[in-house]
């Protein structure tokens, strides 16, 4: 069992926890993920590394509410305990020898961006962060990404935060001003890291992108996370997360994350009416 030391809404939809995960917290890096079950009658969910703690022993996680498990663990408190909390899996972000590079995450996505931003500016690379959210409400970790970065630009879809926009327009504008990258790391929605990847593509930009596809058990055994990447088919649990975006076949990805959408809407509808009867 897993004890949660600390709990924080970062917006209506978005929380964070710090959980007493000293195994993990041995080992973990920037950019893997754990998979964890709320309690024994729990589906295995993978959540992304956002930090750690070695001294402490505890490993950081940020997550959306958006279906039946994410809703489950939201319901837990500080001093609360998560049943299974396994990892760190996959394989660490790539960042030795780059110099300078461009993170751009989009909505909850940023909580994945940060500890690979900060890595980056810990090592000394210069780091331009562009984020995006569809308002400033949903707006999270903007004085983290501050901290970590030489240039910082907020997006908001509706321009009620930052700047007005998509994030793929500050990025294109930074390139033709000049800004030589050595590469480009993008993570958020799907459609984002498309739209990103095609436009570093077309300024021959290296670009990484870390991809969250449907996974069971995290070792590459049930195949539910497969890609085709440059016309072949990996696992995002083990030769990922992080994949060439200019060879990531996003369609497809696409058309595979919606494949159990009316599944999931029952699981969280059910969810719901079981939480309501709970507390009357």
């Known amino acids: 069992m897993y ?3 600390k709990k924080e809404a970062l917006n209506p939809t978005v929380t964070r926890m710090v959980v007493e995960a000293p195994l993990a917290a041995r080992r973990a890096q920037p950019g893997q993920f754990v998979i964890l079950r709320v309690d024994e009658k729990g589906e295995r969910i993978p959540l992304t590394i956002a930090g750690y703690d070695r001294e402490k022993g505890t490993v950081t996680i940020i997550f959306q509410l958006v279906g039946a498990s994410t809703m489950a663990l939201d319901r837990l408190e500080e001093g609360d305990f998560i049943q299974d909390f396994v990892g760190p899996l996959g394989t660490p972000s790539h960042t030795e020898g780059l110099h300078k590079v461009a993170v751009v995450g989009g909505g909850v996505g940023c909580a994945i961006a940060l500890p690979v931003a900060q890595k980056l500016h810990r090592e000394g690379a210069e780091v331009h962060a562009i984020v995006g959210f569809r308002n400033k409400d949903l707006v999270i970790l903007e004085e983290e990404f501050r901290a970590a970065s030489k240039k910082f630009i907020l997006m908001t879809d509706d321009g009620s935060a930052g700047e007005k926009g998509l994030v793929t327009a500050p990025l294109e504008a930074l390139i033709q ?3 030589k990258y050595d590469q480009v790391i993008a993570i958020g929605p799907l459609v984002m ?21 449907l996974m069971v058990d995290g070792t590459g055994m049930c ?14 649990c083990v030769d990922g997360p992080d994949f060439d975006g200019h060879q990531v076949d996003f369609d497809e990805a696409i058309a595979r994350s919606s494949a159990y959408r ?3 809407l029952r699981a969280r509808e059910e969810h719901c009416n079981l939480f309501r009867k709970e507390v009357r």
């Open 193 to 213: 890291m498309k739209f990103v990847s095609a436009l570093t593509k077309k300024y021959e930009v290296p670009t990484v992108v870390s991809m969250n596809p």
């Open 223 to 236: 195949g539910g996370c497969r890609l085709t990447v440059g016309g072949k088919i990996k696992f995002a």
């Open 177 to 179: 001003s000049g800004e």
């Open 262 to 264: 009316p599944e999931e």
């Open 3 to 5: 004890r949660i030391l």
